[in-house]
T-cell receptor
Framework: EDKVVQSPLSLVVHEGDTVTLNCSYE??????LLWYKQEKKAPTFLFML????IEKKSGRLSSILDKKELFSILNITATQTGDSAIYLC???????????FGKGTRLSVIA | NAGVMQNPRHLVRRRGQEARLRCSPM?????VYWYRQLPEEGLKFMVY????????ESGMPKERFSAEFPKEGPSILRIQQVVRGDSAAYFC?????????????FGAGTRLSVL
């Protein structure tokens, strides 16, 4: 059975800190890994990763995939209170298969 | 371009009643997915539909739950004879066809409370 494990489950940091969120997976015929940010509404798409070693970057957020070790990390630098959210990791196999989500990491950034 | 629209945002039902959750995908998207989220849990896949077709319903309970995506109108997730355990947030996502199909865009969800 395909599995996605995120760690830590929750994290509290101060504004300005840098955080690293982890996502490991076991999936047959891996195709892509996606990161979403979920506040009190719709999960919003952050990144899609398909190739190892290529960093995706958007502002203070960046992510990278390691297909050999089967994990991805999401980095957030200079955190702000607006970064407080649940960060979801999901993986996809080829074909008409659904995304498999981890339980998420709840990040709280305090002033 | 409006995002994925779900309604209602909140739905309260008594045990035994029916719940109907609606999802209008983003314009141009032909793939719709329904997920359920329990507190402190990740999103659990329920069903994947294209217009007029159910592609994968492996995550949907065999009884009381059904889904459709008609040629015209929104996708509907229907839960008959609801029980307290059905209380959850139900999210709909849509994606375009082709190579970008695996990027799913989510609606704000419907929070179902069963009394």
């Amino acid at each position: 059975e395909d599995k996605v494990v995120q760690s830590p489950l929750s994290l509290v940091v101060h504004e300005g800190d840098t955080v690293t969120l982890n996502c490991s997976y076991e999936v047959t015929n891996f195709r892509s890994l996606l990161w979403y940010k979920q506040e009190k509404k719709a999960p919003t798409f952050l990144f899609m990763l398909t190739s190892s070693g290529i960093e995706k970057k958007s502002g203070r957020l960046s992510s990278i995939l390691d297909k050999k070790e089967l994990f991805s990390i999401l980095n957030i630098t200079a955190t702000q209170t607006g970064d407080s959210a649940i960060y979801l990791c999901a993986v996809e196999a080829p074909g008409n298969t659904p995304l498999v989500f981890g339980k998420g990491t709840r990040l709280s950034v305090i002033a | 371009n409006a995002g994925v629209m779900q309604n209602p945002r909140h739905l309260v039902r008594r045990r035994g009643q029916e719940a109907r959750l609606r999802c209008s995908p983003m314009k141009g998207h032909s793939h719709v997915y329904w997920y359920r989220q329990l507190p402190e849990e990740g999103l659990k896949f329920m069903v994947y539909l294209q217009k007029e077709n159910i592609i994968d319903e492996s995550g949907m309970p065999k009884e009381r739950f059904s889904a459709e995506f008609p040629k015209e109108g929104p996708s509907i997730l229907r839960i008959q004879q609801v029980v307290r355990g059905d209380s959850a947030a139900y999210f709909c996502a849509s994606s375009p066809s082709g190579s970008a199909k695996n990027i799913q865009y989510f609606g704000a969800g419907t929070r179902l409370s069963v009394l």
